[in-house]
């Protein structure tokens, strides 16, 4: 007998298992007078079939834009930052080993094809929803990129090894733990796996999101979302909500001795994990009503620098040397120099309209980071702030989870392959 790694999507088939939220999804489609077939709904597109290039995309600049989905490492790491994220944690709602890397095989076409501004074949049947949802049809791909990562639920929930993959896990890979501050909320804690999307059109990436999302009904459902942007002139480091230059610290996008001394895991870890990295993810919402009454000294003195300039304290420029020794010892930046470690960050600020409690604008950092060990660089930098940051005056972390981003897909392969291979 084959062994389940190398059967084929239809030789794995298994009865679906769809949630109580699935079921809501479907009964509002029929709801709405839509004839699908029962084998139809949550039916899957192979990788062989039904993918077409129906739209051509308009602008001839449309090539340039985009980011190839196949690589040593995942696009969407140390990719130039788009304009627009969307990342959102996923939980499996089935057991079935095969429904999961049905659904990855599906997500690696639909990457594959959206990377490159085209959509699923549409219009082909009046009588079933169009494939492709279609909003991004006349879109060109705006560097649109998708970055996968699993979490610490999907090798291990509650005890059960539901996928086969337990031994396989990751070394450092598992939740963060509780800093004292931390407000957080459900629904912002954790997730099997995540999906964080960039493009510099915010149309495209929610159509991205949106049609992973709707192709995964019946086997994962979103367990959170969130929306975030930044904005900056080319070559510039943009601004967060406080008004500061965010990121300055980061290497370059090409700076690969760099990447690889802070970026990408390796050694100790499974042969997946090699070129791989850890994402780590904290909502944190920032008071914006309480920072905008405080004086320049002090928004300066929170964070080590010159609120124009970027300037270290002591320094004239943005990209001078930082010395802790030269701020004061709670500012942001002094502690995290003061660490001794360093990571990518890829943050978005976010808006979530107004916080009806307290009336006040619902805005914050989705701080995203990744780094190859979580355990000497993450952890421990946010142990430490989280203690003695002067920036905890203005901000408050209510979401977190740590997820393993494997390395990069080679064509022909789909999402997460080795984790499910025998070798
Ligand atoms: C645990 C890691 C970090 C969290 C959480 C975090 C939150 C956070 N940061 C800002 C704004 C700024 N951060 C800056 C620098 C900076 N921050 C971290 C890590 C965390 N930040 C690091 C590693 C660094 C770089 C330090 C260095 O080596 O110099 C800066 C300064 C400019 C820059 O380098 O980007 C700002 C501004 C906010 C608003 C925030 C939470 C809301
Ligand atoms: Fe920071």
């Known amino acids: ?41 949550g039916a899957v597109t192979t990788m062989t079939n039904v993918f077409g290039e129906t739209t051509k995309k308009s602008g001839s600049s449309a090539e340039k834009e ?11 790491i140390v990719t130039p930052q788009q304009t627009y994220a969307y990342l959102a944690a996923f939980d499996f709602t089935t057991n079935s080993k095969s429904d999961v890397i049905r659904l990855l095989k599906e997500w690696t076409v639909l990457s594959e094809y959206m990377s490159q501004g085209k959509a699923e074949q549409n219009f082909n049947n009046d009588w079933l929803p169009p494939k492709d949802t279609g909003e991004a049809l006349d879109l060109p791909p705006s560097r649109l990129t998708m970055t996968f990562g699993f979490g610490p639920s999907f090798f291990s929930k509650k005890g059960i090894d539901r996928f086969g993959v337990k031994s396989k896990a990751p070394k450092h890979l598992r939740d963060i733990p509780a800093m004292p501050r931390d407000n957080l909320q459900e629904p912002f804690i954790g997730g ?45 480091t943009p601004r967060n909500l ?62 080590g620098r010159k609120k124009e300039s970027g300037a270290p ?21 002094a502690i995290a120099k003061r660490s001794g470690q360093q990571m990518y960050r890829r943050a978005y600020s976010y808006t979530d309209g107004v916080d009806s409690k307290t009336g006040y604008v619902d805005a914050g950092l989705m701080f995203i980071s990744y780094q190859k060990n979580p355990d ?21 972390h209510i979401g977190s989870a740590l997820f393993a981003v494997p390395r990069g897909i080679k064509k022909g392969e789909y999402i997460g392959q080795p984790l499910f291979s025998s070798f």
């Open 192 to 236: 099997d796996l995540c999906l964080q999307v960039c493009a510099e059109d915010q149309q495209v990436a929610f159509h991205a999101i949106r049609n992973f999302i709707k192709t995964a009904v019946g086997k994962a459902e979103v367990r959170w979302m969130q929306s975030g942007f930044i904005s900056a002139k080319h070559g510039k």
């Open 376 to 396: 000497e660089q993450f952890v421990p930098m946010l142990k430490m702030m989280s203690k003695a940051d002067k920036l905890n005056e203005y901000t408050q």
């Open 66 to 76: 985009s980011v190839p989905f196949y690589g040593k490492h995942q696009a969407g």
């Open 242 to 303: 406080f008004g500061f230059k965010d990121g300055t610290a980061n290497a370059g996008p090409k700076d690969t001795k760099a990447h690889n001394q802070t970026v990408w895991a390796g050694q100790g870890e499974p042969v997946w994990m090699h070129g791989g990295s850890y994402m780590a993810f904290r909502k944190i919402k920032m008071f914006l009503e309480v920072w905008d009454r405080s004086s320049l000294k002090d928004q300066e003195d929170t964070f």
């Open 313 to 333: 304290y002591g320094k004239i420029n943005e990209h001078d040397k930082v010395n802790p020794m030269q701020m004061p010892p709670d500012a942001h930046t």
């Open 1 to 41: 007998m084959k062994k389940q790694e190398d059967q084929t999507v239809e030789e794995q088939e298994e009865p679906k298992h769809y949630s109580r939220r699935d079921m809501l999804k479907m009964s509002l489609l029929a709801g709405a007078g839509v004839a699908i077939s029962a084998s139809g709904i």
